[in-house]
């Protein structure tokens, strides 16, 4: 019984971790197993610690377990030590500023943001949620004295009351944008093309559709996760969530497709992508825009690099990929600055 319920734990785990390969628009409901995968590895290592103590002869069944999942353990927890930084690298940026004012923490959060751009100094800063819902400077003169060439997309209809912009902020000269045709009535993607040295850079700006689930929603996935919910409701409210989830899900898949078509159809092009994606490491959407990219946190991170920041919420739902043009260096979540509900990401990347 023991080994039988060993193997199905490390089934589990695997079935979790190729979850991403599972379309949403076919199964949404289905595509969200991957926001379970690290309750399925800590339980993969609790049996494995089991069998070492009681049945070590049988301990390859949870290390065959690990071995099957290493592609995405790998993915959610890359361990990586910090590298030197060759010469002639670009810093690249991408930060969810929740409108200036996320953790409304500070009395004036542009300068706060802004401070912390400066001291950062990346070369070329993509945003989400640029729009000023916090206190302080006007963002936009703001950055127009850290940076020579600045763009902002509302993405947005100008009659809808909560306001969505994307914003670039860059040392290059910004040759043209295209926003990426998919419906969606509160977000987007946007390419930019700039001129770096000789090279034309396609620079992509993501935010990918929101979970969907509102505060009270929020508020309850919290009780259940604590036991604070009676079991009758816990079921239903957690079946709810789930619905939620996957109508999130599906839209993101569907914008995630139209975005690595684009990709493909600019392949010739050194390319950059980053933004909020709003999904986690395992998830078809982040699994499908990297395909013919390399993720720079896999491959240049170290740890779990939790970006989104709210309690009960932990997950890595900012990401950045680049073309084989470039090779990633200490991709980094920064969890000091919490001027917003994300963490910062950036990540040094050399021309090759």
């Known amino acids: 019984m023991l080994t039988g319920a060993c193997a199905m734990t ?9 979850s991403d390969h599972v379309d949403p628009v076919d199964y949404p409901s289905l595509a969200c197993l991957g926001m379970t995968f690290p309750f399925f590895v800590v339980a993969n290592l609790v049996m494995l610690i089991v069998m070492l103590l009681f049945k ?28 030197e930084l060759p010469d002639s690298c670009i810093k690249v940026m991408s930060y969810n500023v929740c409108g200036y004012g996320g953790n409304y923490k500070y009395e004036k959060g542009v300068d706060t943001v802004a401070a ?20 302080g400077s006007n963002p936009v003169e703001v950055m127009k004295t850290i940076y020579a060439y600045n763009d902002t997309t509302l993405l947005t209809p100008p009659d809808v009351e909560y306001a969505n912009i994307l914003g670039i902020h860059t040392r290059y000269p910004i040759l043209k944008k295209e926003r990426l045709a998919y419906t969606s009535e509160c977000n987007g993607s946007v390419a930019y093309f700039l001129q770096v040295g000789q090279d034309t850079l396609i620079v992509i700006n993501n935010h990918l ?32 969530i789930l619905d939620q989830l996957g109508v999130g899900m599906l839209k993101r898949a569907v914008a995630a497709n139209v975005v690595h078509q684009y990709i493909v159809d600019h392949s010739d092009y050194p390319l950059i992508v980053c933004g909020d994606f709003n999904d986690t490491p395992i998830s078809y959407s982040r ?33 950045m990929m680049c073309s084989s043009h470039f090779r990633p260096y200490n991709c980094t979540v920064d969890s ?14 050399k021309r090759q």
């Open 209 to 240: 559709e929101s979970t969907h689930l509102s505060t009270d929603d929020r508020d309850h996935y919290k009780q259940v996760i604590n036991g604070d919910m009676e079991r009758q409701a816990a079921g239903e409210e957690a079946l709810h």
């Open 116 to 135: 912390y751009i400066r001291r950062i100094d990346p070369d070329i800063v993509c945003l989400q949620e640029e729009q000023f819902f916090g206190s």
């Open 336 to 349: 000091e600055m919490d001027a917003s509900d994300h963490n910062p990401l950036f990540c040094w990347l």
């Open 10 to 18: 490390s089934l589990l785990l695997v079935a979790v971790g190729f």
């Open 287 to 319: 699994r499908l825009i990297s395909q013919s990219l390399t993720d720079c946190f896999v491959e240049s991170g170290c740890g779990l690099g939790l970006s989104f920041n709210q309690i009960g919420f932990t997950f890595r739902i900012d990401h």
């Open 56 to 83: 070590w002869k049988r301990a390859w069944v949870p290390l065959l377990g690990f071995a099957f999942a290493y592609v995405p353990i790998r993915t959610y927890l890359p361990i990586h030590a910090r590298a």
